[in-house]
T-cell receptor, first 116, second 113 residues
Framework: NAGVMQNPRHLVRRRGQEARLRCSPM?????VYWYRQLPEEGLKFMVY????????ESGMPKERFSAEFPKEGPSILRIQQVVRGDSAAYFC??????????????FGPGTRLTVL | AQSVAQPEDQVNVAEGNPLTVKCTYS??????LFWYVQYPNRGLQFLLK??????LVKGSYGFEAEFNKSQTSFHLKKPSALVSDSALYFC???????????FGTGTRLKVLA
């Protein structure tokens, strides 16, 4: 049973370019969460999506960041016009049902974004 | 506001000795508590969780954690540490009806041979 998959694992972008991060949840999971981990810090919630719906994007910067989880295909976290401060590890997690304790979030290996 | 504290940036322990990684939390309502482990350049692996019931929770790789409501703590323990346990450990909390996990800043565990 494959776990949460993320690609690419490493992504290098120059300032002003776009970054697209992909996440395929575990089989049978329809809830996806994105977190960001800055160096030497814990993970910070960014956005929660179900298929075709953004449920909560309160942790996402208002500009340049967007997320989607289409009916078919992986969830995408998109960062436009990247800046050096966007350099971080971005983790995706999935759960079978809405995670409120009883349903554990399982994490992918992360995408490490470096902005030059 | 919900928060998690991991007071130790790093814990060193000799192989074969017991280990403890500390975690305290602050939430409104009943907490759901989790431990994850992160190996270098890898994602977070789920170790164990406390939802309700017995205060002592057993998880993967011989780890266990004790929920202490009065001290608002959820310390991770293992009776005998292995060198391969060396990694970064994260404690997280959420509550019923929410889905945002609040993570601590992590504790780096070093098990010395």
């Amino acid at each position: 049973n494959a776990g949460v998959m993320q690609n690419p694992r490493h992504l290098v972008r120059r300032r002003g370019q776009e970054a697209r991060l992909r996440c395929s949840p575990m089989k049978g999971h329809s809830h996806v969460y994105w977190y960001r981990q800055l160096p030497e810090e814990g993970l910070k919630f960014m956005v929660y999506l179900q298929k075709e719906n953004i449920i909560d994007e309160s942790g996402m910067p208002k500009e340049r960041f967007s997320a989607e989880f289409p009916k078919e295909g992986p969830s995408i976290l998109r960062i436009q016009q990247v800046v050096r401060g966007d350099s971080a590890a971005y983790f995706c997690a999935s759960s079978r049902a809405r995670s409120g304790g009883t349903d554990t979030q399982y994490f992918g290996p992360g995408t490490r974004l470096t902005v030059l | 506001a919900q928060s998690v504290a991991q007071p130790e940036d790093q814990v060193n322990v000799a192989e074969g000795n017991p280990l403890t990684v500390k975690c305290t939390y602050s939430v409104s309502g009943n907490p759901y508590l989790f431990w994850y482990v992160q190996y270098p350049n890898r994602g977070l692996q789920f170790l164990l969780k406390y939802i309700t019931g017995d205060n002592l929770v057993k998880g993967s790789y011989g780890f266990e954690a004790e929920f202490n409501k009065s001290q608002t703590s959820f310390h991770l323990k293992k009776p005998s540490a292995l060198v391969s346990d060396s990694a970064l450990y994260f404690c997280a909390v959420t509550t019923s009806g929410t889905y945002k996990y609040i993570f601590g800043t992590g504790t780096r565990l070093k098990v010395l041979a």
